[in-house]
């Protein structure tokens, strides 16, 4: 992607209508359509991209696909490299399920990440996190469809619907399909 702009995916069942409403405000103002692609079964992951963004900026936005429409969310955007900002960076790994412990990630997302910034920091998370990097095993199987909905995305949804994911393949992904949907890697 370009340094200016940002993919917004996310997944439903059966609908191909993919359009991320967005803008500086809660207010939104400008509308932008992707694609949508097919997942696994029914599910499709749809993708928009949104471009020329300023650096250093909160976006809110909101998905909506046929009658289904989100909640409004908001990211704030990189700096840009002649910026002289504090860029903070959480990096986690094997955040695959626990099965003795099955609420674990949700826990270290929530408790752990969100509570210690707003502890440490105040404030909104996008003016304080600028990255979660995932160096690999973020499911327990990676060709298991259901964990990633189940066991990633729904436990760090608080956290990943406002700050960006650079995960890493781990071997608990095996090279799975499902990696390489859900994530829109630089090349």
């Known amino acids: 992607a370009e340094p200016n702009s940002i993919y917004i995916l996310w997944e439903t069942d059966n609908t191909d209508e993919s359009i991320v409403n967005w803008g500086l405000s809660n207010s939104l103002g400008s509308t932008t359509s992707g694609i949508a692609y097919t997942s696994q079964g029914s599910a499709r992951v749809h993708e928009v991209q949104?471009?020329?963004?300023?650096?250093?900026?909160?976006?809110?936005?909101?998905?909506?696909?046929?009658t289904a429409t989100s909640s409004i969310f908001h990211f704030k955007t990189p700096p840009s490299p002649t910026e002289n900002q504090t860029t903070r960076i959480v990096a986690m790994s094997d955040m695959q399920k626990d099965f003795f412990l099955p609420n674990k990630f949700q826990e270290?997302?929530?408790?752990?990440?969100?509570?210690?910034?707003?502890d440490q920091f105040g404030g909104d998370i996008v003016d304080n996190l600028s990255l979660v990097?995932?160096?690999?095993?973020?499911?327990?199987?990676?060709n298991t469809f259901s964990q990633w909905k189940d066991d990633f995305f729904n436990p760090g949804e608080e956290l990943f619907t406002s700050v960006p994911i650079y995960p890493v393949l781990g071997n608990h992904e095996v090279n799975a399909a499902h990696y390489f949907t859900y994530f829109k890697m630089p090349d």
């Open 133 to 142: 990097m995932i160096p690999g095993d973020l499911v327990p199987n990676g």
């Open 50 to 66: 949104l471009v020329n963004l300023l650096p250093s900026t909160i976006y809110y936005y909101q998905v909506t696909t046929n």
């Open 108 to 118: 270290i997302v929530e408790e752990g990440v969100i509570d210690y910034f707003d």
